[in-house]
């Protein structure tokens, strides 16, 4: 049962990134693809504070989304999603380690692993130096995860019944 309910909160998570990365694209175009870009689906990275069934979800919900998307990089599919594996692994790890009760290092990592590695990826793809576009990713993540990810954080941190549901 154990084995299911994970594969179920995985895949059902990888859906959710990947129709909420669709819906946001159609309704502002490029907005969720580009080196400054405010995915909002990278808003669900918190829920590996919460579940490990997160990380492989977040990562196939990446994958697919990349691989899917016309206008997605070659590279990209392997990059970005290794980006999100690493950045979930991380928070699921770190995940306890808080600041005044908020996980400040694992809302970082979405940024950090995303500007090295996509950062990295768009310099080859496209020039324009490595830190500038390591800037770039790293400001969109950033901004998604300190705003959209922090109220989700709270939301399911203060909603125990939900909290309880997805442990």
């Not at 594969?7 to 059902?12: K, P, R």
């Amino acid at each position: 049962m154990k084995k299911s309910r994970f594969l179920a909160f995985g895949a059902l998570i990888a859906a959710l990134y990947v129709a909420l990365t669709y819906l946001q694209n159609a309704l502002i175009p490029g907005s969720a693809t580009w080196a400054i870009q405010f995915r909002a689906s990278e808003a669900l990275c918190v829920l590996a504070l919460f579940t490990p069934a997160a990380i492989p979800g977040l990562t196939l919900g990446c994958l697919l989304f990349n691989i899917s998307f016309a206008g997605a990089l070659p590279l990209d599919f392997l990059v970005g999603s290794l980006a999100t594996l690493l950045a979930t692994a991380g928070m699921y790890a770190l995940r306890k380690v808080t600041v005044k009760g908020y996980p400040l290092l694992s809302m970082a990592l979405p940024a950090i692993t995303n500007a090295f590695l996509v950062g990295w990826e768009l310099t080859a793809y496209i020039g324009g130096g490595f830190w500038l576009n390591a800037f770039y990713v790293a400001i969109g993540e950033a901004a998604v995860l300190l705003t959209l990810g922090t109220a989700l954080y709270y939301v399911l941190n203060k909603n125990k019944p939900l909290k309880q549901f997805l442990a």
